[in-house]
Each structure stands twice: as structure tokens, then as C-alpha cells.
């Protein structure tokens, strides 16, 4: 079993749509999640990040953790074509230990 | 504010030949990571450093070497070339293990 689990997709959705974007894992140890977004041929760039389980809302994004299920979450709201990108989630152990990714959702908002 | 620059954004290798992949950052962050991203995967991990003069081994080293002399540079090496380094490479830097990282642009390689 991969360390992160993540749908690669595609993921279609009309424009306004509630977007649901997910991530399971198997190390409990981890505690600090990311979620990242990614344009074509862009480097990533952070989106989200929260701390052990709970819910962190920042505007049109909700970022959900539930630390007992190794499962993350990242929900859109009314979802714009400028959306329109790879979502990957991430997440690391506390201490010195580097980030570790899932291989990315590709998402499309339709006008 | 620049951010993390990668320099050069697209190269063609022969198989054998040998690079180095510049990374640069202005933001005084003592982390800095290299990542390799192939078509359809995550990220994976090359080498990181937490600091000038101390680098460690990711989850996919083999054949590659990087040096740390300052806080701001991290060069990645390639020493012999093969068809399996095709591959887009991206740096990243940050505070601390527990923060973000910010990324680059990203350098496109095709070794044929």
C-alpha cells in the first residue's frame, strides 16, 4: 500500500459546482497536510495547510482532515474555470522529515 | 521578490552527458528540497537540505548529487545521463520542516 493515496481523475465539473477532492493514507504518524494546486507546465503552489485533524476554511476552499479515518479532504465552492488544475494533496510527520505526495486529481471547471 | 528561480527551464541531454540544475532562492530559507515530477505522478524526492553544508538523501537519489555551500544556492547534479532521468524537476525552499514550501518553475529535461 502507497504511503498517500490520492484519485488522479480527471474530474469534469460544470462551473458553480461544489468540488470534492480527496487524499487517504496509511502512516498515522503524519500530522501537518497540504494541498496544493498546480497549472499546466507551473510549479506548485500552496493552497492549503492545516494541522492534525479538523476543518480550515479560506474562502471558496475548505481544507477537512479526519485523523482517526487517514483521510483528507479539499472541498471548492462555486467553482470557477480559472479552478482548472491539478490538485495535490501532501503531508509530512513532524520533525525533520520532507513532505510526501500524492500523484495529483486533475480537475476541469466547465463554463 | 524572486522567490525560487530554476535555471535552465527546458534542456536535451544526450545519454552520458552530464548537468547541473541551478536553484536559487531570496528568501533566506534554510530547507531546500529537490523534487522530480514524471507524467501523471506526484512529486518524489531527490535530496533536501536543512541547511548550508548538510544535505540528505530522498526517496529517489540514485544518480543524482547535490551540493550546499550557501543558504541561498542548491545545484543538483547529473552525472551520467540515462532516459529514466527524463523528467520535470522542480526546487523548493522554506522556513522549516513544519512550513510550506514555496517552488519553482520547474526545469523540463528529456535525456535521449
Known amino acids: 500500500q502507497k504511503e498517500v493515496e490520492q484519485d488522479p481523475g480527471p474530474l469534469s465539473v460544470p462551473e458553480g459546482a461544489i468540488v470534492s477532492l480527496n487524499c487517504t493514507y496509511s502512516?498515522?504518524?503524519?500530522?501537518?497536510f497540504m494541498w496544493y494546486r498546480q497549472y499546466s507546465r507551473k510549479g506548485p503552489e500552496l493552497l492549503m495547510y492545516?494541522?492534525?485533524?479538523g476543518n480550515k476554511e479560506d474562502g471558496r476552499f475548505t481544507a477537512q482532515v479526519d485523523k482517526s479515518s487517514k483521510y483528507i479532504s479539499l472541498f471548492i465552492r462555486d467553482s470557477q474555470p480559472s479552478d482548472s488544475a491539478t490538485y495535490l494533496c501532501a503531508m509530512r510527520v513532524s520533525g525533520n522529515t520532507p513532505l510526501v505526495f500524492g500523484k495529483g486529481t486533475r480537475l476541469s471547471v466547465i463554463a | 521578490n524572486a522567490g525560487v528561480t530554476q535555471t535552465p527551464k527546458f534542456r536535451i541531454l544526450k545519454i552520458g552527458q552530464s548537468m547541473t540544475l541551478q536553484c536559487t532562492q531570496d528568501m533566506n530559507h534554510n530547507y531546500m528540497y529537490w523534487y522530480r515530477q514524471d507524467p501523471g505522478m506526484g512529486l518524489k524526492l531527490i535530496y533536501y537540505s536543512v541547511g548550508a553544508g548538510i544535505t540528505d538523501k530522498g526517496e529517489v537519489p540514485n544518480g543524482y548529487n547535490v551540493s550546499r555551500s550557501t543558504t541561498e544556492d542548491f545545484p543538483l547534479r547529473l552525472e551520467l545521463a540515462a532516459p529514466s532521468q527524463t523528467s520535470v524537476y522542480f526546487c523548493a525552499s522554506s522556513t522549516g520542516v513544519n512550513t510550506e514550501a514555496f517552488f519553482g518553475q520547474g526545469t523540463r529535461l528529456t535525456v535521449v
Open positions: 492545516t494541522y492534525s485533524s
Open positions: 502512516n498515522s504518524a503524519f500530522q501537518y
